[in-house]
């Protein structure tokens, strides 16, 4: 539900950033677990862009997998759902990837 | 910064002040958008807005930047307003009819000679919520999002700014009832408190995890039904503490009072270390 929230942030940051240049490409990395859906994301995003310099503009989205250290042992531990166990049997996980919206690049005209 | 739903472009968000019965509407969501060009992230074009010389064709243009810093920068900003007049904030998130407003009912009319508190209701529509407070005898003010999902930090400071909190009190931030979307969204805040309640499905903290996981708090709140609902305690606490090892539980019931002392407490300790962040800045 709020992804077209999400998606109008993007194209405001990126239209922004881009004067009176033209956006064509955005590069969004989004975390595995972070709390939007790609889907839903493109489809705000072509709707946001109408009548902005990034209009016509192609949406990338790069998945970034959930990774996090344990607190307990320090050892890496890949989070294949938003919450995970450690070898070392700890849950207490400092998340290092997974959950992050960011804008990595853009490609101005 | 107005990362609310989209589809909040056609209602107002509105903010009305119980004391006075006054109504105003918010800035539209997006109305703010380009003021003040503060980006603190590094890149080498910061102050080449508007210059299309910088952009050959088809230039890439790295940005790096977090799609909800804007919203961030205000819960920055509401977090030093606060921390100046060692005002405590707490953001109380649930799904709808856990019992945030029934839970803050009674913790003002136990507390209000220990500590002063002032609310800030958030709800879609209508005062209902913020008449039940106003009735302790507390300053509350009610945001109504209109269709938006949650409150984001632009919305707290202008709150805060209307409700004019005294110096050394609680702020207590009644979000709008919805375990997904308010997660993402940093308040400026001391603690967000997760209130969950018997009558919903035990797993919900596994089914939520994002919101369980940005919490330092989780109430159970209604253990009174407990005898009445097929509410399996042991295997909730086990799905929350999955989730989030660090999450403090505290079963209560906030009708029937049990428990309550717990929540107290934590509460006085945490009006107690209000003024940390100003002994630290001084």
């Known amino acids: 539900m709020h992804e077209l929230g999400i998606a109008q942030e993007i194209i405001a ?24 859906l790609p889907d839903s994301i493109q489809f705000c995003f072509g709707l946001c862009a109408e009548g902005t310099s990034a209009e016509g503009a ?3 989205i790069l998945e970034v997998p959930g990774r996090a250290l344990c607190r307990a042992c320090g050892a890496e531990v890949a989070l294949e759902e938003p919450f995970g166990t450690c070898v070392c049997g700890s849950t207490d996980l400092q998340w290092l990837t997974g959950d992050e919206i960011k804008i990595k690049e853009m490609e101005v005209i | 910064m107005c990362v609310t739903c989209g589809c909040s472009d056609d209602s107002d968000v509105r903010l009305t002040d119980l004391r006075t019965g006054n109504t105003m509407i918010l800035n539209p969501p997006h109305e703010h958008t380009h ?15 508007g210059h299309t010389h910088q952009h050959a064709k088809g230039t890439v243009v790295s940005l790096e930047q977090q799609v ?11 977090r030093g307003w606060l921390a100046g007049r060692a005002v405590l904030a707490l953001n109380l998130v649930s799904s709808p009819g856990a019992g945030k407003t029934t839970l803050l009912e009674r913790t003002i009319r ?8 002032s609310v800030i209701e958030g ?8 008449e039940r407070i106003q009735a302790t005898g507390c300053p509350v003010v009610q945001i ?12 707290t400071a202008r709150a805060l700014q209307q409700l004019d909190p005294h110096q050394n009190s609680v702020v207590m931030i009644e979000n709008v009832g919805n375990l997904v979307c308010p997660a993402l969204f940093d308040l400026g805040e001391r603690a967000k408190v997760v209130i969950a309640s018997v009558t919903e499905g035990d797993d919900k903290p596994i089914k939520y995890p994002h919101m369980f996981r940005a919490s330092e708090v989780m109430i159970l709140n209604k253990i009174d039904l407990l005898p009445h609902v097929p509410f399996d305690v042991d295997r909730c606490l086990e799905f929350a503490r999955q989730v989030n090892p660090r999450l403090r539980i505290i079963p209560l019931s906030a009708t029937r009072r049990d428990n309550l002392a717990e929540w107290y407490d934590w509460l006085r300790a945490q009006w107690a270390g209000r003024t940390e962040l100003q002994e630290s800045l001084a």
């Open chain 2, 144 to 155: 109504n999002t209109g269709t938006a999902c949650h409150l984001d930090a632009s919305m």
């Open chain 2, 68 to 78: 909800l810093a804007r919203n961030d920068q205000w819960a920055e900003r509401v």
């Open chain 2, 110 to 117: 136990d507390l209000a000679e220990e500590m002063p508190f």
């Open chain 1, 58 to 60: 192609k949406l990338e």
């Open chain 1, 13 to 36: 940051i990126v239209t922004e950033r881009a004067g009176i240049a033209r956006v064509t490409r955005v590069v969004l990395e989004v975390g595995k677990h972070a709390l939007i």
């Open chain 2, 123 to 130: 709800d879609q529509q209508t005062l209902r919520d913020a």
């Open chain 2, 35 to 49: 003021d003040g060009h503060t980006h603190t992230h590094g890149h080498p074009h910061d102050h080449e807005h």
